[in-house]
């Protein structure tokens, strides 16, 4: 007898449901209207926080390794080891992107000072209005423009005191795609939850829409969601912010050789979750 996979779930063989996009005959403009309002933002914010992406060398891999584990082992996912990602290089070549986030502080912090002072001399302008006027007008958007100079003070404060921690350069985010004519593929990926605020992972996959869209290339497929439309699963939530759609596959099933040796393993199998 056949036994399925989960039907809800993330399975270990093949997804049952998977998130696609279809971007034939969109362009740059369009494929960024395309997206949520929430997502859109979350990009937008990576362009203005200077946030860039690159694929890796062969030699970075361990270190991509280790993000995916760690990434695996906060979310319950399992992880490949650091030889398929070493096979998938040499095997792939350029048909294989690993892709990383990153964030250079320096610059981030050069970005809000300069925004800050554009913000100072604005207060400064309105000041000298409102001190020529009997009655001033500029209250409420001088006190605005005030709160914005807050704001931008905390970003930096926080910068300069990652730069003490991690260094000028962060790591933020990765993921492996596979590109083929018919589709690009996201696979396994990493986030650094200590960054999260700085938006790695939607830069990450912007970017690559944005190549599969310059390549012709029609389908973009995000892989893998558990099926769970609840709003429970951030996963899945993330990638409908590309507001694509779910595909229903078949799924995957099991077919029993040796059913005293397969019973005897998933016993085994219980026996250690467990424990």
């Given amino acids: 007898m056949y036994r399925s996979f989960e039907q809800v779930g993330y399975g270990f063989a093949t997804p049952h449901y998977e998130y696609q996009k279809r971007i034939e005959g969109l362009n740059k403009k369009t494929l960024f209207q395309s997206y949520s309002k929430k997502t859109q933002y979350s990009i937008k914010k990576t362009y203005e926080f ?7 060398s062969y030699d970075e891999l361990e270190m991509f390794h280790e993000n995916t584990t760690k990434t695996a082992k906060r979310l319950g996912f399992y992880d490949k080891e650091l030889s398929y990602y070493q096979s998938v290089y040499r095997t792939f070549g350029d048909n294989a992107k690993f892709m990383i986030a990153e964030i250079n502080l ?16 604005k207060i400064d302008q ?3 209005i409102d001190s020529k006027r009997e009655k001033p007008t500029k209250t409420r958007q001088i006190k605005e423009l005030r709160s914005q100079v807050e704001q931008h003070e905390k970003r930096i404060v926080q910068a300069k005191k990652l730069i003490e921690q991690y260094g000028k350069k962060i790591n ?5 795609f596979f590109i083929q004519p018919q589709e690009v593929s996201y696979m396994f990926s990493y986030t650094n939850a200590e960054f999260k605020n700085f938006y790695g992972p939607y830069r990450t996959q912007a970017d690559m829409l944005e190549f599969a869209l310059k390549e012709k290339v029609p389908v973009y ?17 993330f990638k409908k912010g590309f507001q694509g759609y779910m595909v229903d596959n078949m799924g995957a099933f099991i077919l029993p050789i040796n059913k005293f040796r397969y019973q005897f393993l998933q016993t085994i199998k219980k026996i250690i979750r467990r424990r």
């Fill in 50 to 56: 200077g946030i860039t992406t690159r694929n890796i």
């Fill in 106 to 121: 320096s610059d981030y912090i050069g970005h809000f000072q300069e925004i800050i002072r554009n913000l100072k001399d």
């Fill in 126 to 128: 309105m000041i000298l």
């Fill in 172 to 176: 933020l985010a990765g993921a492996l």
């Fill in 221 to 237: 497929n995000f892989y893998g969601v558990s099926g769970d439309r609840s709003g429970h699963d951030g996963v899945y939530e």
